[in-house]
């Protein structure tokens, strides 16, 4: 599995953070999302799609 941000969509409310500490982060100083588990493993597939369900925005995407 792949998670990808569209950064050009991201608004960085941090919901992904929420859903998913363990793939996101959110910058303290430039409000940015960035994704710092790009290829997690499937113990945390329900943690991903919890977050690309969160995401107001829908800037998360998982490619398999």
Do not use: S, W, Y
Not at 24 to 53: K, M
């Amino acid at each position: 599995m792949k998670v990808i941000v569209d950064l050009d969509v991201c608004q960085a409310h941090g919901d992904c953070v929420v859903a998913a500490p363990e793939i996101f982060d959110l910058g303290e100083e430039d409000d940015v999302v960035t994704v710092i588990n790009p290829e997690p493993g499937e113990e945390l597939r329900a943690a991903a799609e919890r977050a690309e369900q969160d995401c107001p925005v829908t800037a998360i995407r998982i490619e398999d």
